[in-house]
């Protein structure tokens, strides 16, 4: 068996092509689920597994399932989620290129197991042409009876529908995304009731990252401990760390759950360009709390990196070198999160909105003695008082930067 | 400009909405089909695309100022959406932007007064181990230099 068979990201020559994935022993995992185990059976492998929600928030995905109502008459839904926007995140990019019928596997598996017959994945608008060999690899696996109507000959059926956002980072947010297929605005749900009860039509819903998906062939073909072996004896399997930023070999490296963040900067990543220094790395995408390169000793999997005061998140790192000012950092993640701020609760919108008005002006070089802790201030007044992540999401990393690289920023606001 | 889609866009429209438990919730997918033939939507296709899915016109109203891929004015006949996030920045494209607006004489979402491109400034492509990076029509480039763009510029002069 070749090591392609156990990636996440082949490297097979058309590894995307449904005849590439059954070399690599494509499907025989979903046929063994739906043919010979029990739904509930499936659940409790995955939940061995510690197979952690691989979108940012690290919720255990079987235990996210159990939450699923078991029976009922009415209908109940899996959404996966391909709303890749967290900026430096490009990974459910490369499965959704170089591997898209593992994340179909992974979902015939997760609908069997919660009992579901209808899955829509949210693919973000700007991966549209992406989503086009999506649609190809669903019709591949339509016509040969591993999606439709009974499935391997069971009595199991599940209908894919591919649904295009437009542009609105919130939608990644899984209340914001049942809202964008139903045809709204991309503005989060109060939670509770949490989708697993009320989802997408009212009706019970499971939602999930297409990476946490596309490891689930893996733990029911191969098992939970060979799974718990690839990574942590909590948090399973490998992870797709992306590197962008100031590296000389910026990539996807697939490396057991818990590789040391400067190894993989260091290592894989080929570290700095010549002359240049590390001046600080966002570990988990843009909304990571950034860390100094005395905290690059790091092991990257959930609960170090909260340890740590950041977030493994999506795992995209982004290096930051020592000849960019921090405050063209802020100024980038400021306007961000003010323009993706979705103006349903008023301390995210006018929040972002005032941070980046400051960190606009501090960059006019008509910066104020008290802009910093101005601006540490409006982002406590966002933490904790949203109704999505998104009030943090957008605090924590400003804070982040404005605590730990104050100096710098203190000589550019009296400029 | 007609307003309204045509035959074959309605039979793909009649094909996108079918799936769906609830015919509004095909509204994206539809506005999409509709962008995609008239260059943008237009009021008039804003109360025939209620129409069809049996929803307020307020609702679509809603759904085109919220998402930044809609657009409710004409467009040029090729879009460039450049990334400006971090990664990108990290990489210089600030300058690759800079390079564009002095190409093209438009500023950010500007069209050039030919009717033949508008640039548009975006946030993360997903594209950051290839920053920086743009999408000219929906593909993607990257990594990007001033030479690399001056070439993609010509390429689409030679389309035409």
């Known amino acids: ?415 | 400009m007609s307003c309204s889609p045509s035959a074959a866009a309605v039979k793909k429209i009649d094909g996108i909405i079918a799936p769906y438990p609830e015919k509004s919730a095909a509204l994206l997918p539809v506005l999409r089909v509709v962008q995609d033939e008239l260059g943008c939507v237009p009021p008039e296709a804003e109360t025939w695309v209620a129409a069809k899915l049996g929803i307020q016109p307020i609702r679509i109203r809603e759904v085109l100022s919220f998402y930044t891929m809609f657009r409710r004015r004409p467009a040029g006949k090729t879009i460039i959406q450049v990334c400006r996030n971090l990664s990108c920045t990290l990489a210089g494209a600030e300058d690759i932007i800079g390079f564009l607006k002095e190409r093209l004489h438009v500023g950010p979402d500007g069209t050039t007064p030919d009717g033949r491109i508008t640039l548009v400034t975006v946030e993360c492509l997903g594209h950051c181990d290839h920053s920086p990076c743009l999408q000219i029509d929906g593909i993607d480039h990257g990594p990007v230099t001033r030479d690399g763009v001056a070439a993609l510029l010509e390429e689409l002069r030679a389309h035409e």
Not at chain 1, 63 to 91: H, I, M, R
Not at chain 1, 92 to 102: E, G, K, M, S, T
Not at chain 1, 266 to 284: F, S, Y
Not at chain 1, 401 to 410: A, G, H, I, N, S
């Open chain 1, 1 to 415: 068996m070749s090591e392609d068979a156990v990636r996440l990201i082949p490297a097979d020559e058309g590894s995307w092509r449904l005849e590439a994935y059954l070399r690599r022993g494509g499907y025989e995992a979903a046929r063994k689920a739906v043919t010979s185990m029990a739904p509930a059976d499936v659940i409790t492998e995955v939940r061995k597994a510690g197979l952690r929600g691989r979108g940012g928030a690290g919720f255990p995905a079987g235990l996210k399932w159990s939450f699923v109502p078991q029976g009922g008459a009415g209908p109940k839904y899996l959404c996966v989620n391909a709303d890749e926007g967290e900026p430096g995140t490009f990974k459910d990019r490369a499965i959704l290129v170089r591997n898209p019928h593992q994340l179909i596997e992974g979902m015939t598996i997760a609908a069997f197991g919660v009992g579901i017959r209808k899955a829509f994945i949210y693919v973000r608008g700007e991966y549209g042409r992406i989503a086009g060999r999506l649609r190809e690899a669903i019709a591949e696996a339509e016509d040969e009876g591993f999606l439709g109507g009974g499935i391997f000959g069971s009595g199991f059926d599940l209908e894919v529908i591919v649904h295009l956002g437009a542009g609105a980072y919130i939608c990644g947010e899984e209340t914001a995304l049942l809202e964008s297929i139903e045809g709204r605005r991309g503005q989060p749900r109060l939670k509770p009731p949490f989708p697993a009860v009320v989802g997408l039509f009212r009706a019970p819903t499971a939602i999930n990252n297409v990476e946490t998906l596309a490891n689930v062939p893996l733990i029911i073909g191969r098992g939970a401990d060979w799974f718990l072996g690839r990574g942590l004896p909590k948090d399973g399997g490998t992870r797709l760390f992306g590197v962008s930023g100031a590296v000389r070999r910026p990539g996807l490296y697939e490396l057991p759950m818990g590789t040391q963040l400067r190894t993989i900067i260091e290592t894989h990543a080929g570290g700095p360009p010549e002359g240049v220094a590390i001046k600080a790395v966002i570990p988990g995408g843009l909304s990571a709390p950034a860390l100094r390169p005395d905290e690059l000793d790091v092991t990257m999997d959930f609960d170090a990196l909260a340890r740590a005061g950041s977030m493994l998140g999506s795992a995209g790192i982004i290096v930051i070198g020592d000849k960019i000012p921090i405050l063209d950092v802020l100024k980038v993640m400021a306007r961000f999160y003010a323009h993706e701020s979705c103006g349903q609760c008023t301390p995210c919108r006018i929040g972002t909105s005032w941070i980046h008005k400051t960190v606009t002006r501090i960059g006019e070089g008509q910066g104020r003695a008290s802009d910093l802790d101005h601006i540490l201030r409006l982002a406590d007044g966002m933490k904790g008082r949203t109704l999505c992540p998104m009030g943090d999401a957008a605090a924590l990393p400003v804070q982040a930067l404005v605590t730990k690289f104050r100096d710098e920023l203190e000589k550019a606001v009296a400029r």
